[in-house]
Every structure is written in structure tokens, then in C-alpha cells.
């Protein structure tokens, strides 16, 4: 038995300059908001404006702030200034990571035993997310000219765009990893070693991005939200003001991410191993039943603001892979007994080598794209939050035919005022991988201290065509029009790369030779 516990301290990382900051929602008032340039009609032109100061622009700047008018930093906190902590976070404390391990032997004859284990585990996320800190207000501004010259560019003509802005989650949670085994080890004839074990893992805090200024779904179809100087339109959502004029925190663009640890995951496996590595064949067999689900696919996958994170995200992780099996191999030919020196020369010594590989695919979602009345705002009524198209039957058609891998009629685009609930996520699982590679060496000895090493290495050495992705986009022109872009129509080729056949292929065999001197 081993046990311990492994205190830890993980500092969030700061700027040492202090010019990262974050947005705060509650520093964020109303009233200090900047003002916008309000779409209006002015002598038959359709110009933004402000009538605060009475001031017009062209139609391009609709949307843009209006100088000197509110606060640009509204809702944002610099770390190191005025008291708020240069690591814009709350430090996470001392993480307790106890850790357990036994074994024990069964019979007590060393050949079977039992061994279980468990920890837990912490990490700090990646800098990459930091950095975007030193983006926010004050230090990150994008002024905008438009329809001006690079000689007349200067601070009192060039107007700014509602900023993109990062916020820090307060909590300071750091992604921590719960650990357990319990296995199985026997040892079997020929110098045989099994391994059968259950492997799991819980994981809690990873990093995801939530956006704290989303657009509310069906926004974009109420009346107090239309822009009154474009012409009504028969497309729910087509005349509706920008984004930036329905975002809830105004004077900031529909973006502000929240880079916060509220993802969960996690895995659960049966692992059995084989392994021989005695004697001319050494030899070992790997295989793997498991399932990895998660909130969150990576470190900067987007979640939603509102309560279905889990119900529209929870499903398999990109590193999900239902089966592996992994065999690796090297047998030395024996030397031929009461051959002579050459025959033992030319026809002892040689090895074969090889890996072959059997994997289930990688899970993936199918999309969609309408031409006409297809952008959020016109099906879920958000700028920000999109639908997911209707799962009607299981789209996967078991069927060799590269080009009729995904059923397109278990599909339908989603309805105006959907909610992005239509189906799960990452649900379709792509080709997986059959692959052998193999190798051939012999070595010669022309001197005591010279050897000669001939090899063949060949990669995919049956040459077995193997897919790597399948369209899985559908398009249409209008919501309630057919889809355009299917690779097979009524059993007939239709479009070699439209929706439902392969993307691409792995590599086909490829062959190398070498020959090596030592001396």
C-alpha cells in the first residue's frame, strides 16, 4: 500500500506590466454606457446619428460610438489598479491532492494480483487565454476610418466600433483530474503477461467561453427591435437592428467572453493488455472500450448562457474512441542449425517488425447552410446563439460507397424560432483506421567493429484505402426548400463532394529502404 497527499499551490498568471484587465459585470453601469449612432433617414439618406449632439454619419458607421460620449472602459478593471488584484481572479488556495495505491497478491505465488488506485490531480489552463487580457479596454482599441485617406487618419476623425471584450472568471477554479483504477494482472504460459483493467477518470473546472453579452433568442423578432429606416421584409429577423444596439451590456459588441472553468468531462474505459518480451518474438496486444463525454470539446469551446449547456453539449469529446486495437510485434528469425557460414550469413539474422492498428473514428457534428433567411438572427432571432439541424433517424448508412456514407433525409433544417435544441452534439462518428505497418531488417557483420543494417519499412503495407472525414453540410436556399448539395440523388452520382460522402483519405502505403553503416 501507498498512500500520500500532495498539497499544491497553482498561482494565476498575471501581467507583470499590469495592463491586462477584465470585465466586471457588476462595475458596469447603464448610465456610463457610450452612445450609439442610431440608424434614421435625413434627406431621403440613410445615415447614423446622434441627436444628443446632432451629428450625423454615413450608413457604414451605424453602430459606432459616438466621441466623447460615455465611458469606453465602462464595466472594465485593470488589474493592480485601484485595489483589484493584478491577477484578476480570485487565488484558488493550497489544492489537496491525496493519493492511494495497492496491490495485492492473490495466491501469493506472484502470478496473480490485484491493483487499484486512486488520486486526485490540478493544472494550471494555458497562458494563451491570458494573453487576451492585454485586449480589453484601455490598451486594446480598434479605431475605424471609413471612406477616408491615410493622410488625414488622426485621433478626432477616426471613430471606434463597440470592442470585443474578455472577462476573467472571478472564481480563480483551476482544472483538476479524480483518477481510479482497479485491475487485474496474471501471468500466463509462454511468458505471457495479462493486464485487465477498468480505468476512469472524473474531470471538473476545465476551461470553456461563455458569452456574458449574448443575444437573447428572439430577439430579433420583436417590433421594438426593427431598424425603421430599412424596408419591411418577409424573413423573420432581416430588418432588425445590429447587433450591437440588442446586446444587453450597450457599448460593447455582442462579445464579451467569459473564459471561466465550467466544463466537466468524463472517461471511463476497459483496458486489456498482452505482453511478451522474451525469447525471438516479443509481442504486445492492446485493446481499449471506452467512452469520453464532456461539456466542453476544448479549452475555448463555447458554451451557452443559459441552463442547456448540458443537454446541447454534453456528448462525445473530440478525443473519443470508442475501440483501439493496438498489436506491436518483433520476431528474430532463429539461426538455421549445421548451416554454413554464409547460409547463416545470408539467410539467419533477419527481423520482422510491424504495427497494426484497428480504431473507431472520431465523433463529429453535421451542419447546414441556407442562402436565404438562414443567419441566426433569422432562425433563432440571436446574433450570437445558432440552431442545430433535426435529427429524424439514425443518418449513418453503414454503406462502402464513398459517396453514400450519411442519410440525408434523417436530417431537416431547423424551424424559425428554434432554440438550438434540435440534436446533441458531436453524435455522427467518422471513418475509422485499419492500418499495418511492417518491417524488414537484417544486419551484417564485415569487421569486428563495421556492421552493415539493411531495412524496408513499409507504412500501410496493404495499401488499404483509408477515409479521413465525410461532408456533412448541407445546404438549401431557403428554410423550407430541398437540400442542394447531396452526393447521391435517387442512387445516382450527383456531386462528388457534396453532403454524405468522404472528404479525404489517409496516407496510401508508402515505402522506404536504408542502408546504415556503424562503425
Known sequence: MDYGVRLAWVQPQYDASEQASTFVPTAWQAS????????????????????????TVPAANIGYIVPNSGNINNGIEQGGVNGFTKY???SPGLAWGPRLGLAYDVFGDHKTVIRTGFGIYYDRFQGNRVFDFVRNPPLGLQPTLTYGLMQNINPSNALLSPPSEYAADPTGKIPSSYNFTFGLQRSLPSMIALDVAYVGNLTRHLQDDRNLNYIPYGTTFLAQNQDPTLAPSTIPGADALLQQFVAPYRGISDSIALYEGGATGNYNALQVSANRRVGHLFLG??????????????????????????????????????????MNYVYTLPTLRGANGIEKSVLGGWQVSGVTTFMSGAPYNPGFSVSTGG?????????TEGARLKLLCNPMTGNSDPYNRLNASCFAL???????????????????????????????????????QLRGDAFNVWNHTQFSGTNASLTASTLIGAFTNLAEVNGALNN????????????????MTMIRIRF
Open 496 to 511: 462528388k463532394t457534396g453532403f454524405g460522402s468522404v472528404s479525404g483519405a489517409r496516407d496510401p502505403r508508402i515505402l
Open 414 to 452: 431547423p424551424s424559425v424560432g428554434s432554440i438550438g435544441l434540435e440534436s446533441g452534439y458531436d453524435y455522427l462518428t467518422g471513418p475509422g483506421i485499419n492500418n499495418w505497418d511492417l518491417s524488414l531488417m537484417k544486419e551484417f557483420s564485415i569487421k569486428e567493429k563495421v556492421h552493415i
Open 285 to 326: 496486444v492492446n485493446y481499449t472500450w471506452s467512452k469520453n463525454l464532456t461539456t466542453a470539446t476544448s479549452d475555448t469551446s463555447y458554451v451557452r448562457a443559459d441552463q442547456f449547456t448540458h443537454m446541447a453539449y454534453y456528448g462525445p469529446s473530440g478525443n473519443d474512441r470508442r475501440q483501439a486495437f493496438v
Open 375 to 383: 443567419g441566426n438572427q433569422n432562425i433563432t432571432g440571436s446574433y
Open 32 to 55: 456610463q454606457a457610450p452612445r450609439l449612432y442610431y440608424p434614421t433617414i435625413v434627406n431621403g439618406v440613410r445615415v447614423g446619428y446622434d441627436a444628443i449632439t446632432n451629428t
Open 88 to 90: 484578476l481572479q480570485n
